[in-house]
């Protein structure tokens, strides 16, 4: 069957493939242009199996959070070069895995199980083949979480590759506060949300550690408690997000600044960089 030009300019439109794959497709499918693109698709999968090994050290950080505010997703999906990275198709397939994320029922959802999942009909395996066949490069999505809550709000470094996702039990008052709380904890990259949430043994080295130090130091056996507790507390103000100083407001808690805007917690805090 002849196939004329202009049905191989219309694929090569829709598609973004080379003019004679796209010739080739279409006389496989006998000029069926639905068939074409499943020929197409089917192609691009298999190559995309067979470059899997190839390595992927580029990539971008991804968020998505719902129209009310309350559930979102992060993820981060690998490419093997920087321009790909910031390439816009690289980046609105990135952000539909994101919303894929978010509508899962899991918290931590296997990525396996997300390129199984479907964006608006479409399998977002097939979405990822069907970039790969326009950009040519392996693409490996490694990390994906939901986070759920009364107020999301996050934040993406400029060169994409870090974020944060955090979720608050209100909507703070002030419109400022998300963005700033972002920034924090991008800078200072918490170990854990609040007291509670550090391992009892971290507590417990930490604990351990400065008792001995001050023994060896000859300390006072009536003040060596105090000097133990000191140092715990210090280590909570340094790793725990709501008893660090703002980087944005001196000598002022985190949850100080949160509680005088109507936020009493930080309910969930994602952060994600590329390759770490």
């Given at each position: 069957?002849?196939?004329?030009?202009?049905?191989?300019?219309?694929?090569?439109?829709?598609?973004?493939?080379?003019?004679?794959?796209?010739?080739v497709a279409l006389s496989e499918a006998g000029g069926d242009r639905a068939q074409a693109m499943e020929i197409l698709a089917k192609k691009h999968k298999g190559k995309m199996e067979a470059r899997s090994g190839r390595e992927t050290g580029e990539g971008r950080i991804a968020i998505y959070i719902s129209d009310d505010g309350t559930k979102?997703?992060?993820?981060?999906?690998?490419?093997?070069?920087?321009?790909?990275a910031k390439n816009e198709m690289f980046e609105d397939l990135a952000t539909k895995i994101a919303q894929a994320v978010a509508e899962q029922d899991a918290e931590s959802p296997d990525p396996e199980a997300i390129k199984a999942s479907?964006?608006?009909?479409?399998?977002?395996?097939?979405?990822?083949?069907?970039?790969?066949?326009?950009?040519?490069?392996?693409?490996?999505?490694?990390?994906c979480r939901k986070v759920t809550g009364a107020h999301l709000t996050r934040y993406i470094h400029h060169d994409f590759k870090s974020g944060v996702l955090i979720a608050l039990d209100a909507t703070p008052s002030q419109d400022n506060i998300?963005?700033?709380?972002?920034?924090h904890a991008t800078f200072s990259q918490p170990k854990a949300i609040d007291r509670d949430d550090v391992p009892a043994e971290?507590?417990?080295?930490?604990?351990?550690?400065?008792?001995?130090?001050?023994v060896a130091d000859?300390?006072?056996?009536?003040?060596?408690?105090?000097?133990?507790?000191?140092?715990?507390?210090?280590?909570?103000?340094?790793?725990?997000?709501?008893?660090?100083?703002?980087?944005?407001?001196s000598k002022t808690s985190v949850r100080d600044v949160l509680k005088g805007a109507g936020v009493t917690a930080v309910t969930d805090l994602v952060f994600m960089r590329v390759g770490a």
């Open positions: 069957m002849a196939i004329s030009a202009a049905e191989v300019k219309a694929l090569r439109e829709e598609t973004g493939l080379p003019m004679m794959e796209c010739k979102g997703g992060i993820i981060e999906l690998q490419c093997e070069t920087a321009p790909v479907s964006h608006s009909g479409t399998a977002i395996s097939e979405l990822m083949s069907d970039i790969y066949g326009k950009l040519r490069e392996t693409m490996n999505l490694t990390k998300g963005l700033d709380l972002c920034h971290q507590v417990e080295k930490v604990r351990a550690d400065a008792r001995e130090a001050a000859g300390k006072p056996e009536q003040i060596i408690d105090k000097i133990v507790e000191g140092k715990v507390n210090a280590y909570y103000a340094q790793h725990t997000l709501m008893e660090q100083e703002h980087v944005k407001v």
